[in-house]
């Protein structure tokens, strides 16, 4: 099982980035899918994550705060790829972008560092002022 992330970069504030994370050796459609990032000297912090759209609650959908209405999470399951599009990017955006996976269907809460069963490798995001 293997989570490959790429499009990380270096930008400008203001501009934009795309990551992907292509996922290979399992069917990760019913897996809930989402991204971390790690700055230098910090804890890996939670981005934002997208469930199975084939739960009875619907897809879930959550972001944290820091990021809400600049990043777009979405997923394509035929391909087995999330993505994040990281609009509007500020310098505190500069981190390690980690791709994570979770069979453990999400509802709104329960996607969370310590229970990840899958990681990508990491792709650098760095913002320049």
């Known amino acids: 099982v293997q989570l490959v992330e790429s499009g990380g970069g270096l930008v400008q504030a203001g501009g934009s980035l795309r990551l992907s994370c292509a996922a290979s050796?399992?069917?990760?459609?019913?897996?809930?899918m989402g991204w971390f990032r790690q700055a230098p000297g910090k804890e890996r912090e939670f981005v934002a994550v997208?469930?199975?759209?084939?739960?009875?609650?619907?897809?879930?959908?959550d972001y944290a705060d820091s990021v809400k209405g600049r990043f777009t999470i979405s997923r394509d399951n035929a391909k087995n790829t999330v993505y994040l599009q990281m609009d509007s990017l500020k310098p505190e955006d500069t981190a390690v972008y980690y791709c994570?996976?979770?069979?453990?269907?999400?509802?709104?809460?329960?996607?969370?560092?310590?229970?990840?069963?899958?990681w990508g490798q990491g792709t650098q995001v760095t913002v320049s002022s």
């Open positions: 050796g399992r069917t990760f459609s019913t897996y809930a």
């Open positions: 997208i469930s199975w759209s084939g739960l009875r609650s619907g897809l879930n959908i």
């Open positions: 994570a996976a979770d069979s453990v269907p999400y509802r709104g809460v329960g996607f969370v560092r310590s229970t990840i069963e899958y």
